[in-house]
Nanobody
Framework: QVQLQESGPGLVKPSQTLSVTCTVS??????????WNWIRQSPGKELEWMGA???????YYATSLADRTSISRNTAENSFTLQLSSVTPRDTAVYYC??????????????WGQGTQVTVGS
């Protein structure tokens, strides 16, 4: 059983960089044919796909966020990390990591973490 667990700062100040890590157990992030996605949900809005990293370490980003987003991984720790720079209160959301067989998806029929709330404010 694959399990994903997000960990994040909880509160980030405007203009700073948000960093959220997803630690995976029960499966390797280097297993071929899987994509490790980052998805967020802001209050009152739908799920938004942000980006992904695949089993080879290649990254993919939503066009609207590409200039502020970076995804990296630590294979030794079986984890991957989302960094979002220059945050504003509009980046306040629950941030989820999930494993899919594709990118640009918010399909719930997959393995998801429980999500971590990140609030941008002073």
């Amino acid at each position: 059983q694959v399990q994903l667990q997000e960990s994040g700062p909880g509160l980030v100040k405007p203009s700073q960089t948000l960093s959220v890590t997803c630690t995976v157990s029960g499966g390797s992030i280097t297993t071929p044919n899987y994509y490790w996605n980052w998805i967020r949900q802001s209050p009152g809005k739908e799920l938004e796909w942000m980006g992904a990293i695949d089993s080879r370490g290649d990254t993919y980003y939503a066009t609207s966020l590409a200039d502020r987003t970076s995804i990296s991984r630590n294979t030794a720790e079986n984890s991957f990390t989302l960094q979002l720079s220059s945050v504003t209160p509009r980046d306040t959301a629950v941030y989820y990591c999930a494993r899919h067989t594709t990118i640009k998806t918010t399909n719930r029929n997959a393995y998801w973490g429980q999500g971590t709330q990140v609030t941008v404010g002073s």
